[in-house]
């Protein structure tokens, strides 16, 4: 499964990328004072903390039972805003976590946002490395416990204090099928007055641009997904007809690695008002269906019913209009959207937040689309600040939720 997390808008971002040996947690500091009964990091469903710290991380579950963490932590030695990407590896059936770090130090400045993602026919792993200097690319074995070197994907000059400002994308990457190593990357080209574009390659070689998205409709893109089945790419992000803002999408064929028939943007979501009345959570896509969950930011002063949308690409080739997503209340927020490989069942993760009861009614819930209908919500967790990221599966098809605490 693909993942994603966020450093931006700190998002993703997964977007995991969103990202584990489980971590003993004393219960209490050589002093005797209790350490906090919801520590800060990053978490495996059914499995506890992997990764400690607020610092960026995604997570992967591999086809074999096997799972992968990137994770980005702050080095204590070495000189300036440096640290470095440590992968973590679980093999099959195995209760420890092997950690090591990925060699070079990385810039940390503003941040460092990580996706991680399975090769096309699932033999590889790569993880994608955005930095204030540059976007990297690695990959290695599913059997390898080692990350080699990254590879430059697109020089950045962006290391100020605060960085610069940024596009926000946060779910960027793709395997391109019949490649066991060829990566795709949605960002902006500098030789092409930063107008967004995929970059075709593979860690050790050469990247290259495969041309612009759309612009119409001043469109903006955010997030990408691809779909395996049909081998298409949908890109959603923001708009304006010249009036009003509103959702786009945009979508592509794959021929040959070329990606450069982009349908026009087309709007999916507008209440005639600014774009802020739904903001892009997440994007799934299998089968040709695409499914886009919105959110819908609360106002000040009025209570809201629903705040997740989805908005659905039907078999009968036309968006559906957007709809509440069934079983949520206007206290959710965080939508992850995942199509499960093994079922073609679509599932939704979100966060509720009570207030006024944080560990009791508020955590991540999850619910499967199954014929048609959502099925019952499963309470996953039981913490208000518990954001969902990633998904993965196991062979007898059931979810595993990478999961951040913040």
Known sequence: MRSRRVRWFAVIGVMACGLFAALPLASATAHGAKKPAHPTGFFVSGQGAVVKGTNAAAFVRDHNGGEHVVSSVASP?????????????????????????????????????????????????????????????????????????????????????????????????????????????????????????IFFGSPGGSFNSSGALPTDDDFTPVQLAFDPRSEKMTVVGYGSDGTNEGVYVTTSDYYYYDYTNWSTPTLIASLGQPSADYTIESIAAYNDAIWVGLLKPATTGVTRKHALFVQHWSSSNQWIGTIPLAHTTGHDTGLRLSFNPASGHLHAAYTRVIKSSKSVKSGIFMQTRVNGAWTGVTHLTHWYRDRAMEFGYTSAGRAVIGYERG
Not at 129 to 150: A, K, N, Y
Request: with cysteine; net charge negative.
């Open 77 to 197: 030695s070495a000189p300036g805003d440096q640290g470095h990407i440590v992968y973590r590896t679980r093999r099959p059936g195995a209760t420890k976590w092997v950690s090591r770090a990925i060699p070079g130090l990385r810039p940390m400045a503003g941040g460092i946002r990580v996706e991680l993602h399975l090769s096309y026919n699932g033999s590889r792993v790569f993880a994608v490395i955005d930095e204030c200097d540059g976007v990297f690319v690695t990959d290695t074995s599913l059997l390898s416990q080692r990350l080699p070197e990254p590879t430059l994907v697109e020089p950045l000059a962006d290391c100020t204090d605060p960085p610069a400002a940024r596009p926000g994308l946060s779910q960027t990457a793709f395997s391109v099928p019949g490649s066991p190593d060829q990566i795709g990357v949605m960002l902006p080209d500098p030789d092409a007055t930063n107008a967004t574009t």
